[in-house]
């Protein structure tokens, strides 16, 4: 009885185990059926060559300028032999000059891929190229399955149909007797310049004239101060020159650090106490004149 137990248990310990590693093993990506076909319309250089992974070409193909290189396989899962969909299907022109390419390669649903390269009508991004390359088929599944990198062999497209290549910043021939690069002349920036001076005789100038209306105002003065009949003006004309002294107050604290919305009620508030103290001043005013004999 208890041999029993330990053989049920040990069958069963091994069935889980294989069902974890099947569930962990992860399959990779193949292909089958896969074929090169390079044909011409001449026939002279028609070749068809059968691909084996991981075998590459048997031989470099080079191409005319009327040939058609076709490339055809199917998608697999190695593991099941199923055909399988792959997310990314390129293939990769690589040049040992620089300046790699990559291609879309064209995956039906059932796993049926195929590109084809016509040199009498070439993709644009295989003509400002140096024309040879060595192609490698990218397969991807993402996290499904291990990708596929399988180099294919060597391919030459002709020289007739390039484009001459972009040249690099910095591929630029020197002139005659130069270097290519050389330091450049430094450049000056004065951020501030310095404050000019007046000279001495314009600067006594400019103080004469700014105080020549001042010394003509005291002097006339001086002459009309004796014959003046000074009087106590009314408290109204005191009230009046205080609002206008808080006017200016207010003025200046606004320039200093007030905002235009902070300043305007006060100022029109102040401005109608102006008005009103003004007018009640005059009136006082024009009262004392007309009392002493004045002119209405």
Known sequence: ????????????????????????AKGAI????????VTSSDGISDATYTLKEPA???NPITLTDQSIFKLAFTVIDTTTGESVYPQQAN?????????????????????????????AKPHPALLPTHG???????????????PLSYPLGELTLPSSILLPTARGRHDLPPRQ????????????????EDEKTVGLAKAGLGVIVTLLP????????????????????????????????????????????????????AFLGLSVIATYTGIVALRELRARRLKAGGAP
């Open 1 to 24: 009885m208890l041999a029993s137990i330990r053989r049920v248990a040990a069958l069963g310990l091994v069935a889980a185990l294989t069902i974890a590693a099947g569930v962990d």
């Open 30 to 37: 193949g292909i089958k059926q896969g074929k090169v076909t």
């Open 56 to 58: 590459p070409l048997p």
């Open 91 to 119: 293939l990769l022109f690589e040049d040992p000059k620089g300046g790699d390419v990559t291609l879309p390669v064209t995956v039906k649903g059932n796993g049926k891929a195929q590109i084809t390269i016509n040199t």
């Open 132 to 146: 040879s390359f060595h192609l490698t088929l990218l397969l991807s599944a993402l996290d499904t399955l291990q």
């Open 177 to 192: 007797g130069e270097p290519a690069f050389k330091p450049e002349q430094e450049i000056a920036h004065t951020f501030k």
């Open 214 to 265: 001042w010394g003509l105002l005291f002097g006339l003065l001086g002459k009309i101060f004796p014959s003046l009949n000074f009087q106590t003006p009314p408290v109204s004309s005191y009230v009046f020159l205080l609002v206008l002294t808080a006017i200016e107050g207010l003025i200046f604290v606004y320039w200093v650090g007030l905002k235009l919305y902070q300043l305007l009620p």
